[in-house]
């Protein structure tokens, strides 16, 4: 049993689905936690503990958006999982990509899921439940060092 709530970090650009996002979440009843950041050079600000990061609470689970200004969902992936400090934080690519392409690419940068959003929004929350779940729940991760 976990000690502490999941932590997720959520970097998306678009409003709206980081709003569902956050709503599917604080319906559930699991106690989690989750910041969001709209691109992927912030992510890597925020992974990195930079600036006005200093100090936060490294990601369990990192929700991560393909399509993203400044840098894309395939590079912060690519950077996550070639840096030692980043490497064992489950990223789950969050997408409305449906592109045999893009699952490729992910799972050749070590993506640990990835998921297509739906566009039903009862679906959607559904899908959030579920990934919160299984991240938060059931899924035993590494024990990490500080």
Not at 28 to 54: F, I, K, P, S, W
Not at 85 to 105: E, F, G, N, W, Y
């Amino acid at each position: 049993m976990k000690n502490q709530p999941t932590h997720f970090l959520l970097v998306e650009d678009e409003p709206a689905h980081a709003e569902l996002v956050k709503i599917a979440m604080d319906e559930n009843a699991v106690a989690n936690t989750m910041d969001h950041v709209e691109d992927g050079e912030e992510a890597v600000r925020y992974l990195n503990g930079e600036g006005q990061y200093a100090g936060r609470r490294r990601p369990d689970v990192v929700l991560l958006d393909i399509r993203l200004p400044k840098m894309d969902g395939h590079e912060v992936l690519e950077y996550m999982k070639t840096r030692d400090h980043l490497s064992t934080i489950p990223v789950v690519m969050l997408t409305t990509s449906d592109a045999d392409s893009d699952r490729i690419k992910a799972y050749e940068h070590n993506a640990n899921s990835y998921v297509t959003k739906p566009v039903d929004f009862e679906q959607f929350r559904k899908m959030v439940r579920d990934l919160q779940l299984y991240w938060a729940v059931w899924n035993h991760p590494p024990v990490t060092t500080p």
